[in-house]
């Protein structure tokens, strides 16, 4: 699918990842919807100015399923139904299992997997009426392997490669394609803060000796929103971590 005059919805992407995502379709002409939980500065919306196409701004909670169709309408009403989806928003709340609450438990699936169903299924059915249209589910490479520490958002990174398979077996006759990206490593406002000993214990695990780069994880995105041919699939990059 040429993603060019085409309207991308990217939840949490306002820093990180998402904003990647955001600047890489944006540069691919794509028209942008940008969402966080905050409201975003008409300053933030300036920087895309440069790429000549149309990006609004729709804040609010994915985790919410109301919110969640509120966002999708009004992002519709703006600029017309929604051709790609990026269920990138996600937190972390770290612990180890003997420790956690039910409520550390349920507050990160709620925002990683359930946000993501809410998402989905608010712009599924345009979707399938148009038969065209590209969701990309943000995973991790810790869904595949687990964590220590990491049970809740491991289950829900884990979850959303279940979804996207079921999903994806669901439209695929309708041209609708879903497919996940797996993430390793990659610099983040999160790994700055890392202190350099557990960093060199983080790269000896990687093959590549490096951590990537949020770029690279948004040209895989516009890899997956342009192919025409690929859906239910799971592309890990994280320099060869899992292989």
């Given at each position: ?59 609010g ?6 919110d ?22 996600g ?6 299992m ?5 409520a ?18 608010s712009?599924?059915k345009?979707?399938?009426?148009a ?23 491991a ?13 994806a077996?669901?439209?695929a006759?309708?041209?609708v394609?879903?497919n ?21 214990s ?20 516009a890899?997956?929103?342009?192919q ?16």
């Amino acid at each position: 699918m040429e993603i060019q005059n085409k309207n991308a919805f990217i939840t949490g992407s306002t820093r990180g990842i998402g904003l990647a995502i955001a600047h890489k379709f944006a540069a691919l002409g794509a028209n942008i919807v940008l969402n966080g939980r905050s409201a975003i500065s008409e300053e933030f919306l300036a920087e895309f100015a440069p790429y000549g196409v149309k990006v609004i701004a729709v804040s609010g909670d994915v985790s919410d399923y109301a919110d969640a169709q509120r966002m999708v309408k009004e992002a519709q009403e703006k600029l017309g139904n929604i051709d790609i989806l990026v269920n990138n928003a996600g937190v972390t709340n770290d612990k180890l299992m003997l420790k956690m609450t039910e409520a550390d438990f349920e507050s990160v699936l709620k925002i990683n997997l359930t946000g993501a169903f809410n998402m989905t299924q608010s712009v599924l059915k345009p979707m399938t009426k148009a038969r065209q249209g590209a969701i990309i589910n943000m995973s991790s490479v810790v869904g595949l392997t687990g964590n220590v520490g990491q049970a809740n958002y491991a289950a829900s990174k884990a979850g959303l490669l279940g979804l996207t398979k079921s999903v994806a077996r669901e439209v695929a006759a309708r041209g609708v394609r879903i497919n996940a990206i797996a993430p390793g490593f990659i610099e983040s406002d999160m790994t700055d803060a890392i202190p350099d000993k557990m960093k060199e214990s983080m790269l000896a695990q990687i093959p590549m000796k490096r951590i990537g780069k949020a770029e690279e994880v948004a040209e895989v995105a516009a890899f997956l929103a342009q192919q025409e041919y690929l859906t239910g699939q799971v592309i890990a990059i994280d320099g060869g971590m899992t292989m």
